[in-house]
T-cell receptor, first 112, second 114 residues
Framework: SQQGEEDPQALSIQEGENATMNCSYK?????LQWYRQNSGRGLVHLILIRSNEREKHSGRLRVTLDTSKKSSSLLITASRAADTASYFC????????????FGQGTRLTINP | DTEVTQTPKHLVMGMTNKKSLKCEQHMGHRAMYWYKQKAKKPPELMFVYSYEKLSINESVPSRFSPECPNSSLLNLHLHALQPEDSALYLC?????????????FGSGTQLSVL
C-alpha cells in the first residue's frame, strides 16, 4: 500500500514566493526523506528527517515532521525558476524491511 | 566521485529483443537498487542488492533479470518485454546495507518497447 501521500498534487506560484508541500503517511516510521526530480531525470536527495526530529533546515529548505499527525511539510522559501520540479516524500516502515516507499509527488511550477 | 552512472540514456527495443541496462557507482556503497517509473508517477522499487546479494525482489516478472557482478556494478537484463514495460528505469545506491538510507540516483534509462 502507498505509504506517503502528497498534497497538493500540483502547485504553481510566482518566483520569489514560498512553496509549501505536505506529505502524510499511515504507519510509524524511522525516517522521512524528501527528493526532487527534474523532468525525465533522476531523483536528488534533499533532506532526511528522523522520527525523533521535528524540524530541519538546508539552505532555502525547511522540513517539519509531526509524528502524532503522521505528516511532514517541505517549505521552499524565495522560490526560483530552477526550483520547478516534482517533489517526492519517501518513508520507511518502523518494522520489517524498512525499504523506502515514495509518495505520489507534488509538481511545482515557478513562474518567472 | 559522487555519481551513479547509467547507460544507455535511451533505449528502444522490440518485444523479441534482449538488452541490458547498466549502472555503476564508485562511492563504495553497499546497496544498489532498480526502480521503475512511469510518467507522472512515483518510482516503484523492483530489486535491491545488499552486499552484492539480492535481498528484495518486488515480485517483478522474470522478463526482468538483475545481476550484480561486483559491488560497483548493477545490470538489468531485459528479454521479451511488453509495451507496458516502457518507462524510466532508475538505478540508485546507498552507503550501507540498510534500505532506508539516503539514496543516490542515476539519471535513468528511458526505455521504449515497441
Amino acid at each position: 500500500s502507498q505509504q506517503g501521500e502528497e498534497d497538493p498534487q500540483a502547485l504553481s506560484i510566482q518566483e520569489g514566493e514560498n512553496a509549501t508541500m505536505n506529505c502524510s503517511y499511515k504507519t510509524s516510521i524511522n525516517n522521512l526523506q524528501w527528493y526532487r526530480q527534474n523532468s525525465g531525470r533522476g531523483l536528488v536527495h534533499l533532506i532526511l528527517i528522523r522520527s525523533n526530529e521535528r524540524e530541519k533546515h538546508s539552505g532555502r529548505l525547511r522540513v517539519t515532521l509531526d509524528t502524532s499527525k503522521k505528516s511532514s511539510s517541505l517549505l521552499i522559501t524565495a522560490s526560483r525558476a530552477a526550483d520547478t520540479a516534482s517533489y517526492f516524500c519517501a518513508t520507511d516502515h518502523l518494522q520489517g524491511a524498512q525499504k523506502l516507499v515514495f509518495g505520489q509527488g507534488t509538481r511545482l511550477t515557478i513562474n518567472p | 566521485d559522487t555519481e551513479v552512472t547509467q547507460t544507455p540514456k535511451h533505449l528502444v527495443m522490440g518485444m523479441t529483443n534482449k538488452k541490458s541496462l547498466k549502472c555503476e557507482q564508485h562511492m563504495g556503497h553497499r546497496a544498489m537498487y532498480w526502480y521503475k517509473q512511469k510518467a507522472k508517477k512515483p518510482p516503484e522499487l523492483m530489486f535491491v542488492y545488499s552486499y552484492e546479494k539480492l535481498s528484495i525482489n518486488e515480485s517483478v516478472p522474470s522478463r526482468f533479470s538483475p545481476e550484480c557482478p561486483n559491488s560497483s556494478l548493477l545490470n538489468l537484463h531485459l528479454h521479451a518485454l511488453q509495451p507496458e514495460d516502457s518507462a524510466l528505469y532508475l538505478c540508485a545506491s546507498s552507503q550501507g546495507g540498510r534500505m532506508n538510507e539516503k539514496l543516490f540516483f542515476g539519471s535513468g534509462t528511458q526505455l521504449s518497447v515497441l
